[in-house]
Nanobody, 119 residues
Framework: QVQLVESGGGLVQAGGSLTLSCVAS????????MGWFRQAPGKEREFVAR????????YYADSMKGRFAISRDNAKNTIYLQMNSLKPEDTAVYYC????????????WGQGTHVTVSS
């Protein structure tokens, strides 16, 4: 079973940047892809970005295009989320997960990492 550990969150001012990391632990790790999701206070969890594991193709939610960048390091079973031009509405707990070809999360959720953007 895959275990996911997110890190890199924190408090940042609007317009600032943060880079999140997610390490996946598993005996054999060859997912279709991995993705980032987030859950803001009082809201449902939503898709942020995803990347295919073999080809590195990336996909973003519309509101993140041009501001966020997802990348991966296959050798380290790690993905990253570079977040720029952060807005207060980006405040949320950010989670990573393995994803299916249909873009659906497929592993138990980790604890996430908190991102707070102050205005």
């Amino acid at each position: 079973q895959v275990q996911l550990v997110e890190s890199g969150g924190g408090l940042v001012q609007a317009g600032g940047s943060l880079t999140l990391s997610c390490v996946a632990s598993a005996r054999t790790f060859r997912p279709y892809g991995m993705g980032w999701f987030r859950q803001a206070p009082g809201k449902e969890r939503e898709f942020v970005a995803r990347i295919t594991w073999s080809g590195g193709r990336t996909y973003y939610a519309d509101s993140m295009k041009g501001r966020f960048a997802i990348s991966r390091d296959n050798a380290k079973n790690t993905i990253y989320l570079q977040m720029n031009s952060l807005k207060p509405e980006d405040t949320a707990v950010y989670y990573c997960n393995t994803i299916t070809a249909g873009g659906n999360p497929s592993s138990p959720w980790g604890q996430g990492t908190h991102v707070t953007v102050s205005s």
